[in-house]
């Protein structure tokens, strides 16, 4: 009898150092009790400390994980400030979300550069000079003051701040804007002078505004390339969809392979491509290696955006949207 009451007198102080209760005198499991004064409960940290792993808590979760990307949050009109020059200078390359856009730009939230980014420092030099790494699409230098980019910055970490874990999209749908703001007959004369000899409102662009649900991917799709094509309502006598070309890519491994396929997903980890048979292969990216060589079909709108103004863009939507 005497051991079987030392044994279960055993187990039961064992659970109680798992559960964190404590045993009193007469052997009853007891819920532990208050912190001594001036110290938090178990499991959390100091005051003013953030906890372990961010501000989502770990790997997985929402927030910044390592302490490089840490940062304390920017004042609510700066965010909201950025989050408006975002909007009209970013969106159409790097998406509503933060993780790319039509014309083909990074998703930033899984971009070593803003993760280790705190106040818009190593943002700003790339939004002034531009950037053209091997395997990226080109990104033109935009005149933006260093305050506005700086905007961007605190916008770009709110939304980090808030997504889920690993560089998955913030909570909520991004509002559509009205953009349909230009002047029609300005934007009829741009077509007519720099589209003609690739697009036609007899053919390709015959009824294109019934195939975008929204001005808004109207404007996308256009910009990018992708105004001959599209997903809509378009009516019985609507001409085809002109479906553009996808961007290929050839990654060429450290001894030589070559793999050669359609364009999947590429980011500052990774680089995806389709091949003939339809394997998807995926590579991991450090640096230059593997060299990575993309051939895009639409580099010639791309190009064409970094001249556009943003009176150009508006009014070549609003002529646009009544083709119908």
Not at 42 to 58: L, N, R, S, V, Y
Not at 102 to 107: A, E, L, R, S, T
Not at 278 to 304: C, M, N, W, Y
Request: net charge positive; aromatic share 4%.
């Amino acid at each position: 009898m005497r051991n079987l009451i030392l044994a279960a007198a055993a187990a039961l102080f064992i659970t109680s150092l798992y559960s964190g209760a404590r045993v009193s005198a007469q052997g009853a499991a007891q819920p532990p009790g208050p912190p001594p004064a001036g110290q938090p409960p178990a499991g959390q940290p100091p005051a003013g400390q953030p906890p372990p792993g961010g501000q989502g808590g770990g790997r997985g979760h929402a927030g910044q994980g390592f302490p490089a990307q840490q940062r304390p949050p920017a004042p609510a009109p700066l965010i909201e400030r950025g989050n408006t020059l975002y909007g009209i200078n970013c969106r159409l390359c790097h998406g509503a979300d933060l993780r790319g856009g039509d014309m083909g730009g990074i998703n930033l939230l899984r971009s070593q550069l803003v993760l280790n980014d705190q106040d818009g420092e190593q943002i700003f030099p790339v939004v002034r000079d531009g950037r053209n790494r091997p395997g990226q699409p080109v990104m033109p230098p935009l005149p933006l003051p260093e305050a506005d980019v700086k905007a961007i910055a605190a916008y770009i970490h709110s939304v980090a701040a808030r997504m889920a874990g690993q560089g998955g999209p913030p909570p909520g749908e991004p509002v559509e804007l009205n953009i349909v703001v230009g002047d029609a007959a300005a934007g009829q004369n741009y077509v007519a002078a720099n589209c003609a000899s690739c697009h036609s409102t007899e053919g390709d662009l015959r009824g294109v505004a019934s195939r975008y649900p929204t001005p808004m991917a109207l404007q996308n799709a256009w910009v990018s390339g992708g105004a001959g094509g599209g997903r809509g309502r378009g009516g019985a006598d609507a001409a085809p969809a002109r479906v553009p070309k996808p961007a290929t890519v050839t990654v060429t491994s450290a001894d030589g392979q070559k793999f050669t396929g359609r364009l999947d997903r590429i980011d500052d980890f990774y680089v995806s491509l389709v091949q003939e048979d339809g394997v998807l292969k995926t590579f991991r990216r450090s640096g230059a290696a593997p060299a990575v060589q993309i051939t895009d079909p639409l580099e010639g709108h791309k190009k064409l955006w970094v001249k556009l103004s943003d009176k150009d863009v508006h009014d070549v939507t609003a002529y646009l949207v009544t083709l119908k």
